[in-house]
């Protein structure tokens, strides 16, 4: 259990956080800039939360910020940790680091994605 925290729930909640801030930003830019405005306007009116994360974007993404950071750092702080002796665990244990590899690449992706559309997509588009 600890070795699923260390290596793939720090990553798990950083992807969590990212995915709010695609979310928050870059969807309803996608739809509108795609001409699907009705589309945006009836989902805001049956997800009321969604306006809320748009017009605080930026704790949005300080949080989230702040969560990547923490698992980037947790991941290279246990980079050279060592895996168990047992074969079977050792297998699982690779595992795991590769899991939240990927998955702390996909948060850090979906990040920049959302930080894009939130902070500078406006400004180069229109």
């Known amino acids: 259990m600890r070795l699923l925290m260390r290596e793939a729930g720090a990553p798990a909640l950083a992807l969590f956080a ?5 979310i928050c930003c870059a969807l309803p830019a996608l739809l509108v800039t795609i001409g699907a405005g009705a589309v945006m306007a009836g989902l805001a009116s049956n997800a009321p939360g969604l306006v809320a994360l748009g017009q605080h974007k930026e704790v949005l993404f300080a949080g989230a910020g702040v969560l990547l950071a923490a698992a980037f750092l947790a991941r ?12 079977k665990k050792a297998r699982a244990c690779a595992l795991m680091r590769a899991v939240g590899g990927w998955i702390l690449w996909t948060a850090l992706a979906l990040y920049l994605i959302g930080g894009f559309f939130a902070f500078f997509a406006a400004d180069l588009l229109l």
């Not at 290279?76 to 074969?87: F, K, Q, S």
């Open 18 to 22: 990212s995915s709010a801030t695609l």
């Open 76 to 87: 290279w702080l246990t980079r050279n940790a060592p895996c168990p002796a047992d074969p």
